[in-house]
């Protein structure tokens, strides 16, 4: 399987505002505010980034495991989004999604524009090929519930500038996202039906007529919450990004810094993305 390839053939789309705190960090609370929903702290909406066919921006294929591709848009604040991107197949009937079946996962850079000039977030979300990051090291998933492995799983995410590694993103557990599992896959399957144009976010039933000719859905859970250095510090030309989803009960915080360090380590059960920003 050559999954960069496979997966053109897939819907891309995301999940706005699913940790706590991101979207404040992320400068995009304000524009979010207009949004209700039907929990506290359920996410936001869902969004799309790649839409095989489109005859917008969207149809242009953004991901890469190895670079990201600035464009000459440095200037507008680009950030690492560390996530879990679930690879799932689904079923579509009657003009509507009936079921979405997580079949693998694997670490995620929904690398973003921080640009805050009102249009809908998918323009942030890309700007042109090699502008998303994905981890060739799926890992089955056999049972997309806390009582699965995907539920022993935490996401770090560092920057590596000028030989110093710095953490990026808070290293978080899966099972911390605000909508997870079961939960998640219903109230997806819902707002890709449902969900209607309001402020950052747009109507998705106008990009389900292109699930005809998709293999599966590649969704990315959204982002971890930023340490103090990736609040403040966007990328440059030249940084090493590196995303982990990993299984912390197998490994350390230290086994993944070993690794990023170029130490002699071995990393089973997880998933790992280094890209070079150019």
């Known amino acids: 399987m050559n999954l960069l390839e496979d997966l053109k053939d897939y819907l891309g789309f995301a999940v706005a505002g699913?940790?706590?705190?991101?979207?404040?960090e992320a400068g995009e609370a304000d524009e979010f505010s207009i949004?209700?929903?039907?929990?506290?702290?359920?996410?936001?909406?869902?969004f799309p980034f790649y839409i095989k066919g489109h005859d917008s921006f969207l149809g242009t294929y953004p991901i890469c495991d190895e670079v990201i591709l600035t464009h000459g848009r440095e200037c507008d604040n680009l950030q690492v989004e560390a996530e879990v991107a679930l690879i799932c197949d689904f079923v579509y009937e009657?003009?509507?999604?009936?079921?979405?079946?997580?079949?693998?996962?694997?670490?995620?850079?929904?690398?973003?524009?921080?640009?805050?000039?009102?249009?809908?977030l998918s323009t942030k979300k890309n700007w042109g090929t090699n502008t998303k990051g994905i981890s060739q090291d799926i890992i089955a998933i056999d049972n997309f519930s806390e009582n699965g492995v995907l539920g022993k799983y935490h996401i770090s995410s560092f920057i590596k500038r000028d030989g110093i590694v710095c953490d990026y993103g808070t290293t978080s557990a899966v099972k911390s996202y605000s909508y997870f599992f079961e939960k998640l896959k219903y109230w997806m399957i819902d707002i890709?039906?449902?969900?209607?144009?309001?402020?950052?976010?747009?109507?998705?039933?106008?990009?389900?007529?292109y699930?005809?000719?998709?293999?599966g859905i590649l969704i990315a859970a959204g982002a971890t919450a930023y340490t103090d250095f990736g609040k403040k510090n966007f990328l440059k030309k030249g940084d090493e990004i590196f995303v982990y989803v990993y299984n912390a009960h197998a490994h350390s915080f230290q086994d993944i810094m070993n690794d990023m360090c170029g130490m002699d380590t071995f990393l089973g059960q997880c998933s790992k993305l280094h890209q070079i920003v150019k």
């Open 35 to 46: 949004i209700e929903t039907k929990e506290k702290d359920a996410p936001k909406g869902m």
């Open 211 to 215: 699930a005809h000719n998709s293999k």
């Open 94 to 120: 009657s003009e509507k999604i009936v079921d979405i079946i997580p079949k693998y996962f694997t670490a995620f850079n929904d690398c973003s524009i921080r640009v805050q000039d009102g249009s809908k």
């Open 18 to 24: 699913n940790f706590a705190n991101h979207l404040g």
């Open 192 to 209: 890709l039906n449902c969900q209607e144009d309001c402020g950052p976010l747009e109507e998705l039933g106008q990009f389900l007529k």
